[in-house]
């Protein structure tokens, strides 16, 4: 009688398990069609987890997101901005120009601070820029130059020299021979080499990349070696 008893026990398991398997396959063949089978995957993995957690609440129910980051959706982040804006340069100083009109050498003195707006243009950053290697989880952007936005000369004070015929013609030579120095200066290179710091920190956050999803990607920034034109509109002259 016992074993007759045993026989049934395990038939009737059997049965349910046979059973269980059949109706977990048809109800994830349907949530795969209606779903996709990433979804579905994660549904059959998180429900377990998650009816144990809501007993058991010190543990976290947070799925997993497994979305895998793309070229298109890093250039479609990156392409909503036009010009990175990163700052401005100041620079004071003092400087002399002079013209000659005949037998006659005009001379002028400015002093004035030069202000220097650097930015990024992020439309030169084309698709082909941007590399994602799913294998070593790695994301690599090659950037655009630096360039100047806009310059002027503010706080101007003009002292001292001799000057007759030329004078505005001075004028506009201190004005334009203070943004060339500034340009030029090692000062402006330091602070390129800040703004580039700050450029891809700046482009961190605007591709917020762990808001996408929880793989964690390398993010790594080239420096272009193509010459690219001034940024449309600026009021720079072009470097040395």
């Known amino acids: ?4 008893f045993q026989g049934c026990l395990s038939r009737i398991g059997f049965v349910v398990v046979i059973i269980g398997a059949l109706i977990c396959g048809a109800v994830f063949t349907i949530g795969t069609i ?12 998180n429900a377990p987890r998650d009816a144990f957690c809501s007993i058991i609440p010190v543990c976290d129910t ?29 620079r004071r100083g003092d400087w002399h120009a002079e013209r000659t009109t005949l037998v006659v050498t005009h001379t002028k003195n400015m002093r ?10 992020l439309s030169a950053i084309d698709p082909e820029d941007i590399v994602v290697n799913q294998e ?18 503010n706080e101007v004070e003009y002292y001292g020299g001799f000057c007759i015929e030329v004078c505005d013609e001075l004028e506009n030579d201190l004005l ?16 390129l080499v800040s703004a580039d710091a ?22 790594r920034f080239l420096e272009s070696t193509e010459e690219l034109p001034a940024i449309p509109a600026t009021t720079c002259p072009e470097r040395d």
């Open 62 to 90: 947070q799925s997993f997101d497994t979305e895998l980051v793309d070229e298109q959706i890093l250039w479609t982040k990156i392409s909503e901005r036009t010009v990175l804006d990163l700052g401005k340069f100041e």
């Open 136 to 153: 070593e989880l790695s994301i690599t952007i090659t950037l655009p130059p630096i360039q100047p936005v806009e310059c002027f000369v």
């Open 112 to 121: 004035g601070t030069v202000n220097i707006t650097m930015g990024m243009d």
């Open 34 to 45: 209606n779903n996709g089978f990433q979804d579905t995957l994660n549904a059959f993995y």
């Open 198 to 219: 700050n450029a891809k920190v700046e482009l961190a956050t605007i591709l917020d990349i762990g808001n996408i999803t929880d793989i964690d990607y390398t993010l």
């Open 1 to 4: 009688m016992q074993d007759l």
């Open 176 to 191: 334009r021979l203070a943004i060339e120095r500034s340009l030029n200066s090692d000062e402006f290179d330091q602070a």
